[in-house]
């Protein structure tokens, strides 16, 4: 896919898979919800509690991968792969911004509820998180549509 594919496909509220590297050198994967800095798709960020096991994997080794694939049939099926090095976010309101983006995206258009009612629990939960942040460098990418049937 062209970059503005990629933007396009991104653009879309799906879940990515995040896969870091484990203390004992094998993928540990989950799954995420992503968002971007003023809409542009050069960095995705994410969130994660700051004790979890992908944050301490990030820590230890930056290397990681994340994937976004959509698709019910082979014909259909298409997504992103990046490859990099993970950015570890602490500052609090840093960490909030990205809550903030992240419901937006997310929870937003489920219950219409403006982000202002749910501010006091994205900074509550801001203080127990830390981001990731992965830039769009690596990037692999498929679209099975392309291929005629």
Request: aromatic share 8%; proline share 3%; glycine share 10%.
């Amino acid at each position: 896919m062209s970059r503005e594919e990629i933007a396009g496909f991104l653009d879309a509220p799906l879940t990515a898979s995040l896969s870091t590297l484990g203390v004992d050198g094998f993928p540990h994967l989950t799954g995420m919800w992503f968002a971007f800095v003023d809409g542009s798709p050069g960095e995705v960020h994410m969130w994660a509690y700051a004790k979890s096991q992908k944050v301490r994997n990030v820590e230890r080794d930056a290397r990681c991968a994340f994937m976004v694939e959509e698709g019910t049939t082979y014909a259909n099926l298409r997504g992103i792969l990046v490859r990099g090095e993970a950015r570890l976010v602490e500052d609090v309101d840093d960490v909030y911004a990205i809550g903030v983006r992240l419901y937006e995206r997310y929870t937003l258009p489920a219950t219409g509820l403006a982000v202002q009612g749910p501010e006091v629990e994205i900074r509550r939960q801001a203080g127990k998180r830390k981001g990731i942040v992965l830039t769009l460098e690596r990037v692999a990418s498929w679209n099975h549509a392309k291929l005629g049937g």
